[in-house]
T-cell receptor, first 115, second 114 residues
């Protein structure tokens, strides 16, 4: 069964360091999402891509976060510099605009701990 | 603004007992509604979804949910809970009008006691 792949699964870093997360969506899924889930809360959308274009990044802290999807397939989310409050699970999801069922398929997530 | 409310942070039920998890939403467009489940340290797995039609939808693992437009609710139910159902459950709402991105509730942690 096709899955959304994410790496690394776990990342521990010190504040002010740079960190990057990678996501490979389900093949053929044009829409890709990055969500942040703080412990004890629901996921919150950071950025949405349609192919290689950003559709919504209104909740992305652009002073330190960046996201790209250069060829419209895999994507990278970067944080520089990391802050203590960035400790969270970063979830990638993808969906098919062809089928347009509205369903998002999630990866296992990348757990970030900032010390 | 779109929002989803899950009023119960924690729920504890006995194994074999019935379960209902509450979800209310506020949305300015025709909503799609979802329930996802998350085990500790894992991603989210879709349990069921509602787009249109029959307001009672069946999902995996014996779960069902009923969409009640008049109450803006989409409560999740299961007639008999198993110990393996212990997890965190998230209700989410989306729509084509808002680009299919989902807005999630804060989640309900289900504990199952034997």
């Amino acid at each position: 069964e096709a899955e959304v792949a994410q790496s690394p699964r776990y990342k521990i870093t010190e504040k002010s360091q740079a960190v990057a997360f990678w996501c490979d969506p389900i093949s053929g899924h044009a829409t890709l999402y990055w969500y942040r889930q703080i412990l004890g809360q629901g996921p919150e959308l950071l950025v949405q891509f349609q192919d290689e274009s950003v559709v919504d990044d209104s909740q992305l802290p652009k002073d330190r976060f960046s996201a790209e999807r250069l060829k419209g397939v895999d994507s990278t989310l970067k944080i520089q510099p990391a802050e203590l409050g960035d400790s969270a699970m970063y979830l990638c999801a993808s969906s098919s605009t062809t089928l347009n069922t509205g369903e998002l398929f999630f990866g296992e997530g990348s757990r970030l701990t900032v010390l | 603004a779109q929002s989803v409310t899950q009023p119960d942070i924690h729920i504890t039920v006995s194994e074999g007992a019935s379960l209902e998890l509450r979800c209310n939403y506020s949305y300015g467009a025709t909503p799609y509604l979802f329930w996802y489940v998350q085990s500790p340290g894992q991603g989210l797995q879709l349990l069921l979804k509602y787009f249109s039609g029959d307001t009672l939808v069946q999902g995996i693992k014996g779960f069902e949910a009923e969409f009640k437009r008049s109450q803006s609710s989409f409560n999740l139910r299961k007639p008999s809970v198993h110990w393996s159902d212990a997890a965190e459950y998230f209700c989410a709402v989306g729509s084509m009008e808002y680009g299919n991105k989902l807005v999630f509730g804060a989640g309900t942690i289900l504990r199952v006691k034997s």
